[in-house]
DNA sequence: TAATGTTGCGAAAACGTTTTCGTGTTGATA
DNA sequence: TATCAACACGAAAACGTTTTCGCAACATTA
């Protein structure tokens, strides 16, 4: 491979030292305006670009920054880089994307990886295996290092960093009072194990709308759904209690599709016996059918306020950082899973 | 903040050299036990790791490629960015994510970026502006710079460097053939504008199954959809004609699953009046009614062939090297939008 | 003519590594 | 005692930049 053009090489075509070089390119009125054009011609010719490492090396700042995200198939992640990704553009930042796969051990290998120079700061949206084990050294260690750091999405309550969290408790009261506003009398809701963080804020919402509505507390229609065994028949028993519910919220979109196809099976009529709603408005939602009334959670908006939060950090390293913890707010998308509206017929 | 710790400090601390310390954190029998144990232990207890930008300087490799993809809310991609994901790690690499947001300018943005040392190797999939400009100076260049380039998915057949392609004739093929044996007589296509090369490809097959069957090829089956209108509108159309179709074939899964929807709305019956099949087995394909059959385009197996060819490149490069066209062969997954099968209740 | 100012360029340090090639000291051997 | 290894370490180059400073050569001014 023939090796890219360097000041060196330049230098040594004129006979002119590097530092003539590098003052020519950058207009340098030091440098004779003969000289000038000529290595600038010289250099446009052979499409000569500055090495990024070297500059970095010397600036002691990449104009990257790290992202550590679980799992990269998954609607709402993707939106939410696609909000980093937006915003980094038009402040001149790249983004380095890292799977930690739901893995501790990996999220920890990632975040040395980034921590050696090559980025100037770190967003992480923590792994549940991390959630579970409780050890956050990693996200200590880090910020004794001085680099900058943002939790989104899955954050650590005892980690004082800036965070951008979604309104899960509020999001989850939307959801619930929606369905006790259309009629339902037992509601059940569709929710993850308790350590992870975001399902049980969904549910905290959801018992606080009971409460105000003077609803009763029925542990049987609190489905924890272990992902590890069938998910299907883990919701068909929620259909066979002896007072099954008429209204269910599912704490994401896969539980409230999937909710939706055990009624279908279960002959039961979608919202008329039983009401379904999701949370998340991912690819899915507005092609069930009937299509699913959902909470929006705006991963995109919540993507730029994480990358902006941490823009703002790294710009103010020296001075004394207050975190801040910004909260996004949630919206219902009404659609018809929960609605009883004629069906549509064209013509 | 507190600076990162290195060599300098660490020989300051004890007064020797920076060789010195190089040495003895690397174990060598060049520097006398009681100093290696010493700078060991204080290296350790500062947590030293060496930066990256200064080892990525000196050996002129990064260990790190870049990845270019047209926009990241997409699950195949995804998909593919998981099997690239999974080999990096495997390989001790990493994985720089950019998007192209499908824009020619933001695709060669991004080159040009990761093409200045950031990066060992680049792997694009096109976007959908370049393949209508059919501008590829930046991948001339790229190569021209010897930088190991594979595309994949999306390809530029006059571009010589490595591929990676899904199977899209034979998939087109496979889906169009199946139609025509669960006994649909006039078979729809719902594809895209002739610029995005894996649509027409689709076709391709799609035609190709026609002929190997005397059926006649109807242009009026043909539907190009224009993704800056509304969508159900035009497959509506479809319906409307004087002897519309019993069986479409969509090239993708979001105009298969608007068009059972749109069936729905004109009160046809999937698959009794109308069978339905999509391309790409995503996360929508399961989660309509009836559930859609489609093409599997095995987009995690896509990913790792693809790093494995670009590896392959980086660590051959001085070689005289052969580019390959790898092709990823495609599968039927059989769901319920093209079988008629007696619905399945519980109990 | 002497002092001063301007122009045009180069040397060198700095960023943080690794590695090759000394080199001074010690101890053993001839 | 002179010679030679072995040992333990340092100097310096290299990767590719940017930038400060210094210094000639020439021009201008008093």
Redesign the interface.
């Known amino acids: 491979?023939?090796?890219?053009i360097t000041l060196k090489k330049i230098a040594k075509e004129f006979d002119v030292s590097i530092s003539t070089v590098s003052k020519a390119l950058k207009d340098s009125h030091e440098i004779s305006e003969e000289v000038r054009e000529k290595i600038k011609a010289f250099a446009a010719y052979y499409?000569y670009?500055?090495?990024?490492?070297?500059l970095?090396?010397r600036n002691q700042k990449?104009k990257t920054i790290g992202l550590i995200i679980p799992?990269?198939?998954?609607?709402f992640f993707?939106?939410v880089?696609?909000g980093i990704?937006h915003i980094a553009?038009e402040k001149g930042y790249?983004?380095?994307?890292?799977?930690s796969n739901e893995s501790y051990e990996?999220e920890i290998l990632n975040m040395?990886?980034l921590?050696?120079?090559?980025v100037d700061g770190i967003i992480v949206s923590v792994a549940k295996e991390t959630e579970e084990k409780r050890n956050y050294n990693h996200f200590k260690?880090l910020i004794?290092?001085?680099?900058p750091l943002v939790l989104f999405d899955r954050v650590i309550d005892e980690i004082n960093c800036n965070k951008v969290i979604t309104d899960d408790v509020g999001g989850g009261y939307l959801a619930c009072n929606h369905l006790i506003n259309i009629g339902c009398k037992r509601i059940a809701i569709l929710t993850t194990p308790d350590h992870v963080s975001v399902g049980v804020n969904r549910k905290k919402g959801y018992i606080k709308a009971l409460l105000e509505n003077n609803f009763p507390i029925d542990e049987d229609l609190v489905l924890k759904i272990d992902e590890k065994n069938n998910i299907e028949n883990q919701i068909?028993n929620l259909f066979e209690l002896t007072s099954p519910p008429d209204g269910i919220f599912a704490v994401n979109e896969i539980y409230a599709?999937?909710a939706?196809?055990?009624a279908?099976?279960?002959?039961l009529k979608v919202p008329d016996d039983v009401a379904i709603m999701g949370f998340t408005n991912?690819?899915?939602s507005d092609?069930?059918?009937p299509s699913l009334t959902t909470i929006a959670q705006h991963g995109f908006t919540m993507g730029e306020k994480t990358l902006e939060l941490l823009l703002d950090e790294i710009d103010n390293?020296?001075a004394e950082y207050k975190c801040k913890t910004e909260v996004i707010k949630t919206d219902l998308i009404l659609r018809n899973s929960t609605k009883k509206i004629p069906?549509?017929?064209?013509k």
Do not use: R, W
């Not at 491979?1 to 890219?4: D, F, G, P, R, V």
């Not at 799992?71 to 609607?75: D, T, Y």
């Not at 004794?144 to 680099?147: H, K």
């Open positions: 491979m023939k090796s890219k499409h670009k500055p090495n990024s490492l070297a970095n090396l990449t799992e990269i198939v998954h609607h993707t939106k880089i696609s990704e553009n790249n983004v380095m994307i890292c799977l990996k040395d990886m921590a050696n120079g090559i260690e004794n290092n001085g680099i068909k599709a999937t939706i196809k055990v279908h099976k279960k002959e991912g690819l899915i092609f069930t059918s390293q020296d069906k549509v017929i064209y």
